[in-house]
């Protein structure tokens, strides 16, 4: 039985673990090759530890093991022509691109808006809003060579639809996100080239589960664990969960990748557990 993505080929920033390599496996599952990037070193600003070249290694068995090819590059979304590389060598050993996740993002340690310092502000705003801009930049030229549409969904937040205190730099780049997405859905509706945002709650990657997360969510206490995250963190939701799984994402970026989501364009996906709601 063929499957919902069968022949196509995705691009995917952040790919070495959590929500991007997630998508890479949930896509690869449903018959799409895989474009993989990822930084794979610690970056400024973020408590807690980052990914390495060995877990987009993983990515890369992972793939491979479910019989689709894979082509991986470490690459900064920053760096223009390092990404430009890394699409066009993946587009040439692939044959095509279909499928864009603008996924790569960060979650530094914030503070007052008045407070925080430039270098603070700037990483966040280049690499969770400028780096989704150069994904989409460097893709798109391919997506209309191909002429048979494509489907770009850019990872935003919860915090893309609503603000929260002292992460206002997350909750800036998230909400450009947002404004990216609709700019680029009338840009390129013509093509038949779908763009759509995504927006989860906590999601249980290694992004959220450190003590840094739990501190923030837990001021109260002085040494608060994975439980006491828990109990605050469900209570932003309408749903008795505490987080959603990276697969719940990937769920939803499938149905934008497929044909499945054939005429939407322009939405703003949650996958939320209702938080949007409260
Ligand atoms: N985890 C959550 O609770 C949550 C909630 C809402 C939205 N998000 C968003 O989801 C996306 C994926 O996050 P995740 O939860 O999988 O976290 P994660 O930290 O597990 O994965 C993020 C990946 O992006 C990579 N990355 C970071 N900066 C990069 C750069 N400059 N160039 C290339 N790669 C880079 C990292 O190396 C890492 O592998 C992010 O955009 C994040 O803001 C996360």
């Known amino acids: 039985m063929p499957g919902r993505v069968e022949g196509k080929v995705a691009f995917i920033t952040g790919a070495a673990r959590g929500q991007g390599r997630s998508h890479a496996v949930r896509l690869a599952e449903e018959g799409a090759d895989i474009i993989a990037v990822d930084i794979c070193k610690p970056l400024d600003g973020v408590s807690f530890a980052m990914s390495t070249p060995e877990d987009l290694q993983e990515t890369v068995s992972q793939v491979e093991k479910l019989g689709r090819r894979i082509v991986?590059?470490?690459?900064?979304?920053?760096d223009h022509d390092a990404l430009k590389g890394a699409v066009d060598d993946g587009v040439r050993q692939l044959g095509r691109l279909d499928i864009v996740c603008a996924n790569a993002g960060i979650g530094s340690t914030g503070g007052r808006m008045h407070e925080m310092d430039e270098k603070t502000w700037r990483d966040t705003i280049d690499i969770n809003l400028t780096g989704v801009w150069q994904t989409a930049k460097v893709s798109i030229p391919h997506l209309i060579a191909g002429g048979r549409g494509g489907s770009i969904i850019l990872t935003s937040s919860v915090g893309g639809l609503r603000g929260h205190a002292n992460i206002g730099h997350y909750i800036a780049a998230k909400h450009g996100v947002v404004g990216l997405m609709r700019t680029l859905a009338w840009?390129?509706?013509?093509?038949?080239?779908?763009?759509?945002?995504?927006?989860?709650?906590?999601?249980?990657?290694?992004?959220?589960?450190?003590?840094?997360?739990?501190?923030?969510?837990?001021?109260?206490?002085?040494?608060?664990?994975?439980?006491?995250?828990?109990?605050?963190?469900?209570?932003?939701?309408?749903?008795?969960?505490?987080?959603?799984?990276?697969?719940?994402?990937?769920?939803?970026?499938?149905?934008?990748?497929?044909?499945?989501?054939r005429y939407v364009t322009g939405s703003t996906q949650t996958i939320d557990a209702g938080a949007m709601l409260k």
Do not use: C
């Not at 991986?72 to 979304?77: L, N, Y």
């Not at 206490?221 to 439980?227: A, C, I, Y």
């Open 72 to 78: 991986a590059a470490e690459a900064d979304v920053r």
């Open 187 to 261: 840009e390129l509706g013509e093509h038949n080239i779908r763009v759509n945002s995504l927006h989860p709650s906590q999601v249980n990657t290694p992004m959220v589960m450190h003590e840094g997360t739990y501190k923030m969510f837990r001021p109260d206490l002085e040494n608060p664990t994975v439980d006491d995250f828990a109990e605050a963190s469900q209570v932003m939701h309408l749903l008795p969960v505490p987080w959603v799984e990276a697969r719940d994402v990937s769920n939803a970026v499938l149905y934008l990748a497929s044909d499945e989501g």
